[in-house]
């Protein structure tokens, strides 16, 4: 039997652009048995990988991305991938820190004599034969340091038959100082040496990657801001003895202590103690929750007030926490649809470019009959095009929307979700736990005319009769509380489909469906109310005692606080909400009238659910599911976006895309607000890097040659303003991204 695919997210250093992310990509698919998928992140500078174990290991995918140019970080031993992606990002900055430094160190200097030579300051030196040579002593250095990652890279690549970023640099500023070098060793050409053209090129665009790494690493800050609220020590109780040991040294079935205060370290049930443990980042309930022995507590949730004893149920990437974590990450990592577009783009940006570029470069020639500036618009041409900004455009604004979305409890499961979202225009929604709470709750205690049986006591005798029964409608009578003291049953016996029989304090007592008690009908005045009670949605059920039928009892599952809110605000918004529910026609119509909901599907199995939802899917509307049950699983998956309410099945929370972490139908409106304000950004970053490209690539080319009111630098695109110029558009997709993540919703 073969082995199952493997997937892998790893880091991998050198990427700039979408030309790279599009070369990493073909190495591994294309050139690489045994890989089934790759996605590279660029926002995060990462690739996800699925491959047969049988076929190809890591060894092989380093290799392949090598081959391109750029170089797979693999963790080592005893360390995660997540720790393997942080130490390389630092490592990246730092080298790109230490890079920016040489060059400015080096190209200061030299910008201000060249400078100072080309504007005519009168000192004599300034001119003199030795000049020249000092200018290329300092350019030489940022070449060799500041742009050694750019030419190693654009070699590699090239090797390959890929063509990135790094090509377009190398080609630019390459062209400049082997220019320069010209005039330097072969004055009869003509002009000075422009060694600050390239110098300035390899400096400036050293400086805007520094600046989008710091500003990339921001991006990520959702998920290190959840995994850090995991504590990385605990208290651990063995043999009466208790010692401070890592997190990663606890297992299943360890017992830990929490003291007031300290955050749970691990998922684990409480064995001793009582506490109220503050578990909002979960639930988003801003009260404590009282958690006492063989209550679930949450790792990373607080310990306010009690001294607990845990049992350890689960550690590491099993917690919630790095479940929640997870699913951030493979929201982040993933891409969204919208970046098709540029990824096409990219795949033939840079030799379009580059073919561009000769083409300007020897139509100037032609027509100006100058080398030197149709050389520098070549250059600028190569340097203003970089597609760094149009790589970055989609997977930053991804990133930070799915950390926002995370803070607001909102879990998109991918890129997809998340963009498609806000374009939900039909909204169905499951009744049971999704509108209402899921929990029956006892509504009416009705003793028959004449019974002789007083409301304290028939009441007391239904809690008695009902306290061992495990029916959630047997329990929530047992849980009625408040009507007197409960006397003890025996003889205790469930009738499934019908109701329990018990005896208590020497009475026959039976509760149950009225077909059961009274299959010829109740009392005139008891009917009468169970069918009032019945038409309102609720679950009747009649009360024998001592074979005289004494009254009866209702229950109804309650609606959910923020239902009617909700309802009303996704329908402001446009979107038809329609209950799409199992129970019966009366319940559901009941809740219906309530919410103000005006389509009703009953009755509805879990086939007839997800018929439904591909029903409103053929009439060509954007659906939506919302969900907490096994039952709703099929009709989540085949829906546009699924939206699976958190505390539900976790059957449910895989079928469908989005996980309402806490809010349930209220988190469907911030689900779409995060949507849109998410897709809203990448349109933004779209709209900035292909219009950057549109309006300067003709500028460097000379578009503005003749208008002689420009200043001339600008009207004769310079090649440092086009460095400058694509280091800025780079960092700001970046920054534009990082300012949705400051957004706050209501």
Not at 21 to 32: F, G, M, N, Q, Y
Not at 176 to 200: I, Q, S
Not at 537 to 548: A, F, K, P
Not at 551 to 567: N, Q
Request: aromatic share 4%.
């Amino acid at each position: 039997m073969p082995n199952q695919p493997v997937q892998a997210t790893l880091s991998v250093l050198g990427m700039h652009c979408a030309g790279c992310a599009d070369s990493v990509e073909k190495a591994l698919v294309r050139d690489t048995p045994g890989v089934l998928d790759a996605a590279v992140n660029l926002a995060d500078n990462t690739v996800t990988v699925s491959y047969d174990p049988d076929r190809a290991d890591r060894a092989a995918l380093a290799a392949a991305v090598a081959a391109v140019g750029f170089e797979l970080v693999l963790p080592a031993p005893g360390t995660t991938a997540e720790d393997a992606g942080r130490a390389a990002r630092r490592l990246e900055e730092a080298t790109h820190r230490r890079e920016f430094l040489v060059g400015a160190v080096f190209t200061a200097p030299l910008f201000l004599l060249s400078m100072a030579r080309d504007l005519g300051f009168p000192a004599t030196w300034l001119h003199a034969a030795w000049m020249p040579w000092l200018l290329g002593a300092l350019a030489t250095p940022v070449q060799l340091v500041t742009g050694r990652t750019f030419y190693t890279g654009a070699w590699r690549g090239l090797r390959a038959g890929a063509a990135n970023m790094d090509t377009l640099v190398t080609l630019g500023a390459g062209a400049a100082y082997l220019h320069a070098v010209a005039l330097l060793v072969a004055p009869g050409l003509g002009g000075h040496p422009g060694f600050e053209t390239a110098a300035v090129i390899l400096t400036l665009v050293r400086l805007g990657k520094l600046l989008e790494a710091r500003a990339r690493g921001r991006a990520g800050d959702a998920i290190a801001s959840l995994l850090a609220l995991a504590p990385e020590r605990a208290t651990l109780l063995r043999d009466g003895v208790e010692r401070d040991v890592p997190v990663s040294d606890l297992q299943p079935g360890d017992v830990v202590r929490v003291r007031p205060g300290e955050r749970v370290p691990v998922d684990g049930l409480v064995c001793e103690g009582i506490a109220a443990v503050d578990e909002s980042m979960f639930t988003g309930e801003p009260l404590p929750a009282d958690r006492g022995p063989g209550d679930e507590v949450l790792g990373g949730s607080i310990d306010r007030d009690g001294l607990l004893t845990v049992r350890v149920t689960a550690v590491g990437e099993r917690t919630a926490l790095a479940r929640v974590a997870a699913l951030v990450r493979r929201a982040q990592q993933s891409k969204a649809p919208v970046q098709r577009l540029a990824d096409r783009v990219a795949a033939v940006f840079v030799p379009v470019i580059a073919a561009l570029a000769l083409l300007v470069f020897a139509g100037w020639w032609v027509i100006g009959g100058d080398f030197a500036p149709a050389l520098t618009r070549l250059i600028a041409v190569l340097v203003v095009a970089c597609p760094c900004a149009l790589g970055l455009a989609t997977p930053t604004a991804v990133m930070v929307g799915a950390g926002l979305a995370a803070r607001h409890g909102v879990l998109f499961r991918d890129a997809a979700a998340l963009e498609r979202a806000h374009r939900v225009n039909t909204l169905l929604v499951d009744k049971t736990g999704t509108l209402t709470e899921g929990r029956p709750e006892a509504t009416d205690w009705i003793v028959a005319t004449g019974s002789g049986t007083t409301p304290d006591e028939f009441a007391a005798l239904v809690r008695a009769a009902e306290s061992p029964s495990e029916h959630p409608v047997g329990r929530a009578l047992a849980a009625d509380l408040g009507r007197g003291a409960t006397p003890s049953a025996t003889s205790f016996r469930a009738v499934p489909g019908h109701g329990v029989t018990a005896v208590v304090d020497g009475r026959e007592v039976r509760v149950g469906k009225p077909a059961w008690i009274a299959p010829l009908g109740a009392p005139a005045d008891l009917q009468a109310a169970a069918d009032r009670l019945a038409g309102e949605g609720r679950t009747v059920m009649l009360v024998e005692v001592d074979g005289n039928v004494d009254g009866l009892v209702a229950v109804r599952d309650t609606l959910r606080p923020e239902a009617a809110a909700a309802v009303q605000d996704l329908e402001a918004l446009g979107v038809d909400v329609i209950m799409l529910t199992g129970d019966g026609p009366l319940a559901a119509a009941a809740v219906a009238r309530e919410l103000g909901i005006g389509q009703v599907f009953d009755s509805a199995t879990p086939q007839d659910k997800a018929a439904v939802v591909g029903g409103f899917l053929a009439d060509c509307c954007t659906v939506g599911m919302v969900g907490d049950g096994v039952n709703d699983a099929p009709a989540l998956a085949t829906a546009d976006v699924g939206f699976a309410v958190g505390h539900g099945s976790h059957i449910a929370i895989e079928a469908a895309d989005v996980t309402l972490v806490r809010g349930g139908l209220g988190a469907v409106r911030r689900a779409r607000e995060l949507s849109r304000l998410t897709m809203g950004t990448v349109r933004q970053n779209l709209a900035w890097a292909f219009g950057y490209n549109l309006v300067l690539i003709p500028v460097a080319a000379g578009a503005l040659h003749g208008a002689t009111g420009l200043p001339a630098a600008l009207r004769d695109f310079h090649p440092m303003l086009a460095a400058a110029a694509m280091a800025f558009s780079s960092v700001s997709v970046v920054l534009n991204s990082l300012r949705l993540g400051r957004r706050r919703l209501a």
